[in-house]
């Protein structure tokens, strides 16, 4: 099966591609080919080029800066961008534009998108998500991080960790609990906190890669304006839930794309090292082949739905499962492939902590090293194998629930 476009929408994707070919420079092959500090100013010229194009938020309403892009627009822009090697934001903007400003839209007064959606697309406000607590990682609704009312403000007490990229950030949302006597779903708020303010403490976390992308969080007495109290007082779960639906569903467009990348440079590397005819080699390569062909068609059906005009849901699960329990397995054959050569990392590391290595990317052991180590955490962050496995259950097939 291949996915079917409309003469409009391959018309609108020629455009893509001329934005593209004037914008990138001359014999770009993407961004793989950058690192260190020529990589960090390419991504934040880069970001500046797509504000100005209106491609940072292609989906957002063009009042609040937007593109106002229809859904299969939006996905055309992903494909593109994905095969051009390039990326669709700043390091942060997945929390800000993605997660939160699509979550705004939904939920949002219309003060609260008027002031925050165009002050994240100039990155003004910076963010990054606290959900998870030392006693609330995948049991998400066993929060204890404390909002009290004091006036005309919110003061919060308490804990988060596995704060994604915290350490770049000035702004955090934040879910908190407002009600302790509620049930514990119901008394949870969902909050637009300042970090830079005395009361805030981000502490990073050494990660087995050595990379310190995640972090710890700690309030003590941090205050926040009433009114910055997203989705109604008590209503944080289901502002929660649609936060979640937008990480893990937008994920659909480009992701076969970068996997398939991914595999074809191990491809490479183990022809490089003659491994190309080593008939057990050879099974688990096509066994890859093979999950990245299921993964692009699961993708379809997510951004079927998307064009649709369905907002993300529970079944955005099945998509993170699959992605990241596979990933796994990919750069596990990458490390027999690279045998003892892969115990001594060297070149260039991968551009992120997160998924794969940008598909330009030389064959480095560091790289395939890295991500090997990245990976282990790919079946933890943004909910366990396990949480997602109930949320499938429950949620999208309508089992009964584990008993406690």
Request: net charge negative; proline share 6%; hydrophobic share 40%.
């Amino acid at each position: 099966m291949q996915p079917t476009y409309s003469p409009e929408a391959e018309s609108y994707r020629e455009k893509v591609q001329a934005f593209l070919a004037e914008k990138l420079p001359t014999n770009w092959v993407g961004i793989g080919q950058l690192e260190g500090e020529a990589m960090q100013t390419f991504v934040a010229e880069w970001r500046v080029v797509l504000n100005e194009a209106r491609y940072l938020a292609p989906g957002w309403p063009a009042e609040y800066g937007g593109g106002g892009l229809s859904a299969l627009e939006q996905v055309i822009v992903g494909e593109e961008f994905a095969k051009a090697g390039v990326p669709t934001g700043g390091y942060n903007d997945t929390f800000g534009i993605q997660m939160l400003g699509n979550t705004l839209l939904q939920w949002g007064t219309d003060e609260q998108k008027a002031y925050y959606l165009p002050r994240i697309l100039a990155n003004d406000d910076i963010w990054c998500q606290g959900y998870s607590e030392p006693n609330a990682g995948s049991d998400l609704s066993n929060i204890g991080l404390k909002a009290e009312l004091d006036g005309d403000q919110w003061v919060l007490n308490g804990q988060k960790i596995w704060t994604s990229a915290g350490h770049l950030a000035d702004h955090i949302f934040t879910l908190a609990r407002t009600d302790p006597d509620a049930p514990r779903h119901k008394g949870i708020s969902f909050l637009l906190v300042d970090m830079r303010q005395p009361g805030i403490e981000v502490r990073p976390i050494k990660m087995i890669s050595g990379e310190s992308e995640f972090n710890e969080v700690f309030y003590t007495d941090a205050v926040c304006p009433k009114e910055n109290v997203i989705g109604g007082l008590n209503n944080g779960w289901a502002v929660a839930m649609t936060l979640l639906g937008y990480e893990r569903g937008e994920a659909a467009a480009t992701f076969p794309i970068r996997f398939r990348g991914e595999l074809d440079r191990l491809l490479v590397m183990a022809r490089e090292r003659g491994l190309g005819r080593d008939p057990v080699i050879r099974q688990r390569l096509a066994d890859c082949y093979a999950k990245v062909e299921m993964m692009r068609h699961l993708g379809m059906r997510t951004l079927t739905k998307f064009v649709q005009g369905h907002h993300p849901g529970a079944d955005g699960s099945i998509f993170k499962l699959y992605w990241s329990e596979y990933h796994q397995v990919v750069t596990e054959l990458a490390m027999d492939i690279m045998g003892p050569d892969g115990l001594v990392p060297t070149g260039r590391p991968p551009s992120s902590a997160f998924q794969t290595d940008d598909a330009s990317a030389p064959n480095s052991t560091a790289s395939w090293a890295n991500v090997f180590l990245n990976a282990r955490a790919g079946t933890i962050y943004a909910g366990s194998s396990q949480i997602q496995r109930n949320i499938i259950g429950e949620m999208v097939l309508g089992l009964p629930k584990e008993p406690r």
